[in-house]
């Protein structure tokens, strides 16, 4: 069994839509509240799991919504279905950042009841997420300047990027966890807890 067989990771980037919002801003204790209608992109999350292989589920959040601990366990639920379908057998390893409703402890029992662990992350080290060092970077750059029109756009192109990518991408970005796992404990001192290796 790999012991670093499945890697969690949430993407919350911004994509525009046209959208109108209410924005108010302050100016000093002096001046008046001004409030003005100005088009600014909505906001759009999605959650992408991925291992070794490939993506196995990309979650996008209905426009307006926050993930609270309640809609993590669904998402949750959703990829133990999609692993069941794609990734039968195996064990689950997920590395999270330390968000509230990643640590709540509704989402706590839920990976407990299921068995998955949870590899640490240190709060301050960003660069012990494989999504921030390795994912992020470059869709940001592929998305940077695109305009969507629905949600359903965006997550077609997200989909569409996705799928051409080299066929060794998100191995390359679990072996770099490895090396970044190792930088970090060098000079900061951070263990993997009960784990003395990770191996692929």
Not at 27 to 45: C, F, G, T, Y
């Given at each position: ?82 692993i069941r379908r ?106 993997l807890g009960s ?6």
């Amino acid at each position: 069994m790999a012991t670093l067989s499945k890697t969690g990771q949430s993407l919350r980037d911004r994509a525009r839509l046209h959208d109108l919002e209410l924005e108010t801003s302050i100016l000093s204790r002096d001046q008046k509240v001004q409030s003005a209608e100005v088009r600014r992109p909505a906001k759009m999350m999605a959650t992408v799991f991925w291992d070794a292989k490939s993506v196995i589920l990309l979650d996008d959040l209905p426009q307006g919504q926050c993930i609270n601990a309640a809609q993590s366990c669904s998402i949750f639920d959703r990829l133990r279905d999609a692993i069941r379908r794609k990734r039968p057998g195996r064990g689950v390893v997920l590395q999270r950042d330390n968000a509230i409703p990643h640590s709540a402890i509704l989402t706590q029992q839920w990976l407990q009841r299921y068995g998955w662990e949870n590899l640490p992350h240190h709060a301050h080290c960003p660069d012990l997420a494989p999504s921030d060092f390795h994912l992020f970077v470059p869709l940001k750059r592929h998305l940077g300047g695109m305009a969507f029109e629905t949600e359903s756009d965006f997550v077609r192109e997200l989909k569409n990027w996705f799928a051409h990518l080299d066929f060794d991408f998100f191995l390359v970005g679990i072996y770099s966890l490895l090396s970044h796992w190792k930088n970090a404990s060098i000079s900061m001192g951070i263990t993997l807890g009960s784990r003395e290796r990770v191996t692929l």
